[in-house]
């Protein structure tokens, strides 16, 4: 039973256009959400993160939003740039700090075109 | 990133065969967790530690892994009579602040293992 849920294998998008990226969870004790990305032979990149406390975080330009009512978040990367491409990871914690490990959905593959 | 390496990147291994997998964070960090990133998934949890202690071990698939951290700075990973279904990137992370301050965990590179 998964958790964390990326309902959207891959994304192709146009270079300066805005990206969403979608993630939805079940598990109502999550109250820490971040965003990964990943590009081959590397490990996960830390992107931006959100505390269940809050409704949206933006840094650059990247911005997650969090629905709580609906268990649904989003990244939102405007204006999208070809080194852009990766995959994207949603995780989700119910622990915040040293105690909690990451639940991750399957990822979202990205692809910026010039 | 926080400074985790990992050791070897890539390893092959033959079916039957003992691995073992290091990670090695800079010092200071307590908590540390190994995770399973199969092909085309999300990474897996599969084991933390709080220093020494290895306080969660539920995510581990069978009785074949095994983790240890004994001075509480590097871990190893070892899985005994390898299978093919072992075959995944294992990554280790450690939780610690960003420069903006937001609580993060970082990952190292992974090891690729690929069991014939």
């Known amino acids: 039973d998964q958790q964390v849920k990326q309902n959207s294998p891959s994304l192709s998008v146009q270079e300066g256009r805005i990206s969403i990226l979608n993630c939805d969870y079940t598990n109502s004790m999550f109250d820490y959400f971040l965003w990964y990305k990943k590009y081959p032979a590397e490990g996960p990149t830390f992107l931006i993160s959100?505390?269940?406390?809050?409704d949206k975080n933006e840094d650059g330009r990247f911005t997650v939003f969090l629905n709580k009512s609906a268990k649904h978040l989003s990244l939102h990367i405007v204006p999208s740039q070809p080194g852009d491409s990766a995959v994207y990871f949603c995780a989700a914690s119910d622990r915040r700090g040293s105690q909690g490990n990451l639940i991750f959905g399957k990822g979202t593959k990205l692809s910026v075109k010039p | 990133g926080a400074g985790v390496s990992q050791s070897p990147r890539y390893k092959v291994a033959k079916r039957g065969q003992d691995v073992a997998l290091r990670c090695d964070p800079i010092?200071?960090?307590?908590?540390l967790f190994w995770y399973q990133q199969a092909l085309g998934q999300g990474p897996e949890f599969l084991t933390y530690f709080q220093n020494e202690a290895q306080l969660d071990k539920s995510g581990l698939p069978s009785d074949r892994f095994f983790a240890e951290r004994p001075e509480g700075s590097v871990s190893t990973l070892k899985i005994q009579r390898t299978q093919q279904e072992d075959s995944a990137v294992y990554l280790c992370?450690?939780?610690?602040?960003?420069?903006?301050?937001?609580?993060?965990?970082?990952f190292g590179p992974g090891t690729r293992l690929l069991v014939l």
């Open positions: 959100i505390s269940s406390i809050k």
């Open positions: 992370a450690v939780w610690a602040l960003t420069s903006g301050e937001e609580e993060t965990q970082y």
């Open positions: 010092s200071g960090h307590v908590s």
